[in-house]
């Protein structure tokens, strides 16, 4: 199995990040069988896409919550790195409170 979940939608609160707060937190390696996707559909011209990160971040990523590391953006670039045989990724990690205020 490449993830440890495959879900269709978020089960964590709107967290509201702009891309350039997301660019603020740091990359870290995780290992693709830690994850939870969020997506249970993929387009296949996105995976085989050279160019698929040109506009967006270089790095996935994972929101960490409630026990668990779910990959909101990066999915296709996840995908690929299995199918290169890599167990892990570089992602950024937004750490959401498991108990809101």
């Keep these: 199995m ?3 979940a495959v879900r ?3 089960p964590y609160p709107e967290h509201h990040l702009t891309l350039k ?3 603020e937190i740091p990359p870290r ?3 693709l069988d830690q994850l939870i996707t969020t997506k ?3 387009a ?3 995976l085989l896409a050279e ?3 040109f506009y967006g ?3 996935p990523h994972v929101v960490q919550w409630n026990g668990g590391l779910y990959l909101e953006d990066g999915l296709h670039r996840a995908l690929r790195a299995a199918l290169q045989q890599r167990n892990q990724i570089h992602a950024r990690v937004l750490v959401l409170s498991d108990h809101p205020e």
Excluded: V
Aim: hydrophobic fraction near 40%; glycine fraction near 4%.
């Design 2 to 4: 490449i993830f440890r």
């Design 8 to 10: 269709d939608g978020r």
């Design 21 to 23: 707060q997301w660019a």
């Design 29 to 31: 390696p995780l290992r």
């Design 40 to 42: 249970r559909e993929l």
């Design 44 to 46: 296949l011209d996105k």
């Design 51 to 53: 160019d698929s990160t």
């Design 57 to 59: 971040d270089l790095f």
